[in-house]
């Protein structure tokens, strides 16, 4: 990274585990509890499988995502009880929420989410910081899920800015590596404190602005 931040007109954030940590282990728990199936099996078929992947890139609808589970596993809970539960594995970043909110009046910002119709909407409707950026791009709207270059592609057409003007947060190697090789700047974000540093030396926040953060 370069200790200047040039001519970065636009931030690009990751959401989930940036913005918006989350435990998807939480949800394999309660699911677990509520099915009677083992955490084993919830984990990899609810959460790390090929139909998990296309909920993701939005090529089927929760509803049928849910009857598929529902019918694969015999699950005796209904779509009603099952959303909540499949939400609930977020929380907010308070320290960026607050840098969010003060990079706003500097900054385009602007965001790319690998993500499901069910969370991103819980997002929209619980975490109002999401309101700050001029466009979120989502993979289930998108069809596109990072690191696939697309989807970068997409974002720098849509907002029309180039790739070095744009600085790109991330907490997935792969997916930092991608918009690296698109020219974008990229930051792996590991913690908020940690991207303060980052900010601080690409001249992003000052120490006296960091303060304020």
């Known amino acids: ?3 200047s931040n040039g001519h970065i007109t636009t931030l690009i954030f990751d959401i989930g585990n940036v913005i918006v940590p989350f435990d998807y282990l939480r949800g394999v728990r309660r699911f677990s509890e509520v099915t009677g199936l083992s955490e084993e099996k919830i984990e990899r078929f609810f959460y790390l499988s090929e139909l998990q992947h296309r909920y993701a890139k939005g090529q089927i609808s929760s509803e049928d995502f849910f009857e598929t589970l529902r019918r694969e596993f015999d699950l005796k809970i209904d779509y009603r009880a099952f959303v909540p539960i499949w939400n609930d594995i977020f929380w907010l970043s308070v320290p960026m929420d607050r840098m969010v909110r003060f990079l706003k009046g500097n900054y385009r910002l602007a965001a790319i989410t690998n993500t499901s119709d069910l ?14 950026f001029e466009r979120i791009f989502a993979s289930h709207e998108l069809g596109l899920c990072k690191p696939d270059p697309e989807i970068y592609r997409l974002a720098l057409d849509k907002l029309r800015v180039k790739p070095d003007e744009t600085l790109f947060v991330d907490d997935m190697e792969e997916n930092v590596a991608a918009a690296r090789e698109l020219g974008m700047r990229a930051v792996l974000f590991r913690t908020a404190e940690d991207l303060q540093d980052e900010f601080q030396k690409l001249k992003i926040l000052t120490h006296e602005m960091r303060g304020q953060s």
């Open 119 to 132: 969370h991103f909407r819980y997002w929209l409707e619980n975490y109002p910081v999401l309101g700050l």
């Open 1 to 3: 990274m370069e200790d």
